[in-house]
């Protein structure tokens, strides 16, 4: 029996429409490029990243896989957009930089490419998915033992419908309506389960908050809202 496969394609769709904008850092995909630099460091601060084996999963239009390339790293970013991958693919000429970007699922990676990254990054994709859980599993498959894993999303609190979906897409109008699901949003507790779960170790969560109007970001404890966590597989 063939599997079902772990995607949203109204989800595909929904990112697919930002394509051609991914770039423009005042476009609908702006409070990642206002994230980015600081996830990219959170990586970096955690990983030699020089010539390190890395797989971006859910890499959009690129952001953070050329961050981590310019870094050093040999990336892979993989997402079911079509659309995206091709804007990604195209970016490389403006940067000037290598990345192995692929219309692939992450379970099709972790089969292929079984234990061979020295870390993997999933940022905010495990809200978009049907199955969280499986998602992970696939993470962890990837990792090399002793590798890491980073991932970004948003909690399930108030105050995270309050700026994900009320401000970010209703008040600032900066995201998409429908962009985000309150429902499938996942709390810090929730996500550390599904790592222990996949055989990872938790090995830190920090909050990340975000001002949209300064657009400056940086990382705190405090979880409400935003956050990043890093977990490793065991040697
Ligand atoms: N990780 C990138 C992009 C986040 S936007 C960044 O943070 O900069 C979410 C991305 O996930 C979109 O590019 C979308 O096409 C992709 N996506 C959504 N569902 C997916 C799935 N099931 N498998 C792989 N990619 C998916």
Redesign the pocket.
Known sequence: MPTTP???HD??AR?GKLAARWWDPDGESRP?HDLNPLRAAYVAARVDLRGAKVADV???GG??SEALAQAGAHVTGI???EK?IEIARLHLHESDLRVDYRVQ??AELARSEAASFDAVCC???VE??PDPAALVNDLAAMLKPGGRLFMSTINRTPAAFGAAIVGAEYVMRMLPRGTHHYAQFLKPSELGRLLRHAGLELEDVSGVVYNPLNRKAWLSSITAVNYLAHASKPA
Do not use: P, T, W, Y
Request: hydrophobic share 50%; net charge negative.
């Open positions: 772990n995607v949203s989800e595909i990112f990642l859910g890499c959009g952001l953070l997402d079911l957009g995206v699922s992450s940022m905010e994709l978009h998915v």
